[in-house]
């Protein structure tokens, strides 16, 4: 059983930036793929990005490649995401996902844990 809790979640102007984290606990959750989902209000759960259990492999959604970048302290079971040039158009609670293989990273059924998810709200 993994256990994920996010935080960093909040308020932040067009433009700011926001650093998200993933504190996983449980089984052997150093072997396990993350990833965080997005979803907003009357929307499907969209795939923002997965980092392999080592760090070597990294997925972006194409909505925010660019902007956002995940990485992994495996020391700590903390993954990352680190949000910049935020707009109105990542509003959305930021989950984090856990599965043990790189494949299908973006289907989100394809995740066997999550966790309770983190506010982001970009807003003028």
């Known amino acids: 059983q993994v256990h994920l809790v996010e935080s960093g979640g909040g308020m932040v102007h067009p433009g700011g930036s926001l650093r998200l984290s993933c504190a996983a606990s449980?089984?052997?959750?150093?072997?396990?793929?993350i990833g965080w989902f997005r979803q907003a209000p009357g929307k499907e759960r969209e795939f923002v990005s997965t980092?392999?259990?080592?760090?070597?492999?990294?997925v972006y959604g194409d909505s925010v490649k660019g902007r956002f970048t995940i990485s992994r302290d495996s020391v700590n079971n903390m993954v990352y995401l680190q949000m910049n040039s935020l707009n109105p158009e990542d509003t959305a609670v930021y989950y984090c996902?856990?599965?043990?293989?790189?494949?299908?990273?973006?289907?989100?059924?394809?995740?066997?844990?999550w966790g309770q998810g983190t506010q982001v709200t970009v807003s003028s």
């Open positions: 996902a856990a599965k043990l293989t790189m494949m299908n990273v973006a289907s989100s059924i394809r995740y066997d844990y």
């Open positions: 980092i392999s259990w080592n760090g070597g492999s990294i």
């Open positions: 449980g089984g052997a959750v150093s072997k396990y793929v």
